[in-house]
T-cell receptor, first 112, second 115 residues
């Protein structure tokens, strides 16, 4: 069985400051890792994914994430946030069953 | 290229009524997934379908819920005799399904409110 833990339910950050959203997972098999963003009253949009290869993954909107197998983590980072980054961010894991297991989400609020 | 379409976007039902949620996958996608998002929670997998087949329904409640993806037309998630606890956002996603991982593209969701 797989599980995803997002340690922070809410993260307030000043505009132009860096941010890290934490994600830890547990799985007994090799996994694929994803970060999705959800804007209010909308569906989910894929930010980035880790399938294999380089552990540093770059995504859209200036976000990147690093896969750390020994720490079973996949933290999301951005060096300088904008007001438009205000949204809910979900970490997810998938294996060969193809279904996604999501964390409970982190609400990122950007303070002007 | 249109994305994943879901309708209705908002649905209000009284307890005991039926709710039918529709999902049209992206063009060329033959795999559909349904997820439920309860208030203040993440998305929970419900069911995974291919055309005319249910592949994995391990997340579906055993009673009142059913899903189909016919050869023609959208995928349907049906909830019979709705209760207040069914109030949630229901998201559909689709994928090509050709590789072991899948990039799932999500629709805007249907927000079900049970009065």
């Amino acid at each position: 069985a797989q599980s995803v833990t997002q340690l922070d339910s809410q993260v307030p950050v000043f505009e132009e400051a860096p941010v890290e959203l934490r994600c830890n997972y547990s799985s007994s098999v090799s996994v694929y890792l994803f970060w999705y963003v959800q804007y209010p009253n909308q569906g989910l949009q894929l930010l980035l994914k880790y399938l294999s290869g380089s552990t540093l993954v770059k995504g859209i909107n200036g976000f990147e994430a690093e896969f750390n197998k020994s720490q079973t983590s996949f933290h999301l980072r951005k060096p300088s946030v904008h007001i438009s980054d205000t949204a809910e961010y979900f970490c997810a894991v998938s294996d060969r069953t193809k279904k996604l297991t999501f964390g409970t989400g982190t609400r990122l609020t950007i303070i002007p | 290229n249109a994305g994943v379409m879901q309708n209705p976007r908002h649905l209000v039902r009284r307890r005991g009524q039926e709710a039918r949620l529709r999902c049209s996958p992206m063009k060329g996608h033959s795999h559909v997934y349904w997820y439920r998002q309860l208030p203040e929670e993440g998305l929970k997998f419900m069911v995974y379908l291919q055309k005319e087949n249910i592949i994995d329904e391990s997340g579906m409640p055993k009673e009142r819920f059913s899903a189909e993806f016919p050869k023609e037309g959208p995928s349907i998630l049906r909830i019979q005799q709705v209760v207040r606890g069914d109030s949630a956002a229901y998201f559909c996603a689709s994928s090509l399904g050709l590789v072991s991982y899948n990039e799932q593209f999500f629709g805007p969701g249907t927000r079900l409110t049970v009065l």
